[in-house]
């Protein structure tokens, strides 16, 4: 019992003994003709009755007050509340799991161009969204029922009096007592960074194209004098040569990183689909780094199970990523004999999909470097690293083409032991990925 409680209970415990008290007179002087006793105990009984009345009443008085203030607190955080997301620059809409709005701020009404009444509202009806292909986009299904966040920067807003706008959504599942209650949806306009990014991405991708032409016919010109025979040259001008020609290679492919950058950026997969023969791809790349390998003093593996399907997929993009990996496998092993092995097998995720691998002994990376190795421009800090040339882009490159055909990296890494790069992929790109112009 709640120690607070006690004295009110004394008190209900003495008026009880007295009512029975009373009670037992008022039948004792009724039955034995005792008036005395009869009249004593009816107007006692009498009293304690009305007391009982203004306990009562002063306990409800006593209840709506405290009620009362209750309700003023939870007005007053209310309002603290609403000033404080109305404060916020970004949209914030709470709704249940009807997709009710039940909470919102100004900056969700500037987003819509509205000043119409959201509360308790369809959200799909006030915030209406739609993706690349000009389809209802649902935010919040999947946040409902995996009550996993969902970031999303590939949407636009519909407005009754304006223009579509791009916009960024971050979706939070509310958890109460571990069952998902509603969610909070926060929405911010990204049209001018959209606008921008695709701004950089013209700029960079006709930079690297203008540069390609001249910098291809250097590349020619100087594998052209170097060749045995060609020219005779002093020694210190030959050197000077191969110097040069290591340069404008590593600039010829630092332009095809630039040129990557500027597609993988884009949210549609921007190459056409096809039936793809994976264990062909997986027998021409041995072909190819075969030879690699061999000039490096490595040893290369093929393993193939010849029950992996064929996907529809990107031929394009699979190789792409498939020697980011092979090339880096090879940069990164220095030491005679040591092997690299690429594998292709049926995925166990994807019902017809696949995975490949490809497992070096080179370096190895970190755990702290693990976490960032996909991030654009990132490099480790590792001396054995950094005196091998590089961007830093290619495998953010990798990761952006693998999600654009609906597939996944993998990395197993130790430093010092090797790592082992997979890609997993579906029987299918799927349909939200693929633009209009896809066949």
């Known amino acids: 019992m709640n120690p607070s409680h006690q004295p009110i209970m004394r008190v209900y415990g003495i008026f009880i003994v007295v009512s029975v008290v009373c009670l037992g007179g008022i039948v004792i002087g009724f039955v034995f003709q005792n008036q005395l006793i009869f009249w004593l105990s009816l107007l006692l009984f009498s009293t304690l009755g009305i007391v009982r009345i203004v306990i009562v009443l002063h306990s409800l008085q006593t209840a709506n007050e405290n009620q009362l ?17 109305n404060s916020l620059g970004e949209a914030v809409l709470a709704v249940n799991t009807k ?19 959201l509360q308790n509202k369809q959200l799909v009806s006030v915030f209406p969204l739609i993706d690349s292909k000009n389809q209802p986009a649902d935010v919040l299904d999947s946040v409902m029922q995996a009550g996993k966040i969902s970031v999303r920067d590939d949407l636009r807003i519909v407005r009754a009096k304006a223009e579509p706008i791009e916009i ?17 949806i926060l ?28 910098v291809a016919i250097v590349e020619a010109d100087l594998s052209t004098v170097l060749l045995p025979g060609y020219v005779e040259l002093p020694e210190k001008a030959t050197k000077l040569l191969h110097s040069a020609a290591q340069n404008i290679t590593y600039l010829s492919g ?26 062909k791809i997986a027998k021409e790349l ?68 696949v995975i ?45 083409q693998a999600k654009k055909i609906g597939g996944e990296i993998s990395l197993v890494s ?26």
Do not use: C, W
């Open 286 to 353: 041995a072909e190819d780094f075969s030879q690699r390998t061999q000039k490096a003093q490595l040893e290369f593996t093929l393993e193939v199970d010849t029950k992996t399907p064929s996907i529809v997929s990107s031929n394009q993009r699979i190789t792409e990523i498939l020697v980011n990996f092979l090339t880096n496998a090879v940069k990164y092993s220095s030491g005679v004999g040591k092997k690299v092995t690429l594998t292709l097998s049926p995925s166990q995720n994807y019902p017809g999909g």
């Open 254 to 279: 630092l332009l095809q990183d630039i040129s990557d950058l500027s597609h993988a950026q884009r949210h549609v997969l921007d190459v056409e689909l096809q039936s793809v023969d994976t264990q």
């Open 168 to 184: 960024y959504t971050m979706v939070t599942p509310i958890n109460q007592n571990g069952e998902i209650v509603g969610a909070i």
């Open 414 to 439: 130790q430093l010092g032991k090797g790592s082992t790069f997979s890609l997993e992929l579906p029987a299918k790109v799927p349909a939200n990925l693929v633009s209009k112009t896809t066949s």
């Open 99 to 117: 997709g009710e709005v039940t909470l919102f701020n100004s900056a969700a009404l500037e987003l819509i161009d509205s000043h119409t009444e």
């Open 356 to 400: 490949f691998s490809v497992k070096d002994e080179g370096l190895g990376i970190s755990k702290e470097d693990q976490a960032k190795l996909f991030t654009k421009f990132f490099r480790s800090s590792n001396k054995a690293v950094q005196s091998i040339k590089g961007t830093g882009m290619g495998l953010y490159i990798t990761s952006q």
């Open 187 to 214: 929405a911010r306009d990204i049209s001018k960074q959209k606008s921008l990014q695709a701004q950089k991405d013209e700029f960079l991708s006709v930079v690297s194209h203008e540069l390609r032409t001249p």
């Open 69 to 85: 203030q209750r309700n003023q607190v939870l007005s007053k955080e209310q309002a603290q509340l609403q000033a404080l997301i």
